[in-house]
């Protein structure tokens, strides 16, 4: 079956400080992945979409510039939090599918980022 | 109107018992709604997806759909310890391609 791998696992940081997790497809190229987060008891809340090749579309009342998406590759994407508070402590989780197979949602292990 | 809403639980039921998951959904371009189960500090994991009205039975999972009540639920047979965690309801919306998650409703099941 399709396999999504996310790194770090969990990470913390200092305030202020930017932090990169990687997403990647291991076993299908995905066109299309996404980044969520998860504060504690609470369900997924879609972050974005990031798109192979272009811009990644954002959620209302998602800062773009505070959550730096990339999508190089058609394995690859990457969330990157800039200047990192307290407050963006979370669970990031991404996931993707198979080209346009919308049957075929698969998640990450997710990232447990935690800012002092 | 929330978008996707669930009961949060906790839903209790014993060992071996019938837990009964309830969804409704406000999207009605909806087209195809997945249920995933994810434990305690975890990602979601996929149990089933439906895009019919009607039943669809996988194992001891069953779900069950009505669009036109925007009504979609998840019936556990059998219930083992082991399923109990939060399960989240997703409707998929075609045309946009992106799972919006309900709050999700806690299972637990005792011995």
């Known amino acids: 079956g399709a396999v999504v791998s996310q790194h770090p696992s969990r990470v913390i940081c200092k305030s202020g400080t930017s932090v990169k997790i990687e997403c990647r497809s291991l076993d299908f190229q995905a066109t299309t992945m996404f980044w969520y987060r998860q504060f504690p008891k609470q369900s997924l809340m879609l972050m974005a979409t990031?798109?192979?090749?272009?811009?990644?579309?954002?959620e209302q009342g998602v800062e773009k510039d505070k959550f730096l998406i990339n999508h190089a590759s058609l394995t690859l994407s990457t969330l990157t939090v800039t200047s990192a508070h307290p407050e963006d402590s979370s669970f990031y989780i991404c996931?993707?599918?198979?080209?346009?197979?919308?049957?075929?949602?698969?998640f990450g292990s997710g990232t447990r980022l935690t800012v002092v | 109107q929330k978008e996707v809403e669930q009961n949060s639980g906790p839903l209790s039921v014993p060992e071996g018992a019938i837990a009964s998951l309830n969804c409704t959904y406000s999207d009605r371009g909806s087209q195809s709604f997945f249920w995933y189960r994810q434990y305690s500090g975890k990602s979601p994991e996929l149990i089933m997806f439906?895009?019919?009205?009607g039943d669809k039975e996988d194992g001891r999972f069953t779900a069950q759909l009505n669009k036109a009540s925007q009504y979609v639920s998840l019936l556990i047979r059998d219930s083992q310890p082991s399923d109990s965690a939060t399960y989240l309801c997703a409707p998929l919306n075609t045309g946009f391609q992106k799972l919006v998650f309900g709050t999700g409703t806690r299972l637990l099941v005792s011995p």
């Open positions: 996931s993707a599918a198979p080209g346009t197979d919308v049957y075929g949602y698969t």
């Open positions: 990031s798109n192979e090749g272009s811009k990644a579309t954002y």
């Open positions: 439906i895009y019919s009205n």
